[in-house]
């Protein structure tokens, strides 16, 4: 018999082994190879390293190819750093087009502390103009950062390695 793990319990593995080290580089490499391995929540942790530099160099195009995978299979917080670095002009000039899109869909979704962010960008798209708060609300604006935990699905199936 085969004991070969599936590419899924791989997954969960790297994911959950992730979670468990000290060291930001090593925690990395066993969430990319997750990610490799099609771990959604393990795409979105990718990304979010590339976003805010941990474990690995800040690289805000490589952040957004990772959002963009987890955000196609529908991570919410993915969409919502998608909004963040394209309101912010992280790894391609700013876009308030594209940042409502993302925004609003992130809200959509639950994302609620991105309602003043959504408000703000619907007055630009919209040529409303600008209330004066958008230098506040700019300043207040960051990557969502959730609380993990390790995955427990049975036999993980990769679009469930989940946060919580």
Known sequence: MDQTPSRANRAAVDFNRA????????AFDSLLRAAEAGC?????????????????????ERAGTWYRKAAGSG???????????SLLGQGAPADDLDAYTWVQS???LGHRWLRPVLDLLDR?????????????????VS????????????????SRCNVA
């Open 19 to 26: 979670l468990q080290c000290s060291n930001d580089a090593d």
């Open 40 to 60: 959604l929540r393990a795409q979105f942790l990718v990304g979010l390293a590339y976003h805010i530099g941990r474990g690995v160099a800040l690289d805000y």
């Open 75 to 85: 991570d919410s917080p993915a969409m919502a750093n998608l909004g963040v670095m």
């Open 106 to 108: 992130a809200v959509g």
């Open 124 to 140: 630009r798209v919209s040529g409303g103009g600008d209330a004066g708060d958008s230098e506040r609300i700019l300043a207040s």
């Open 143 to 158: 990557p969502e950062i959730p609380a993990l935990r390790p995955c427990t699905q049975p036999g993980c199936d990769p």
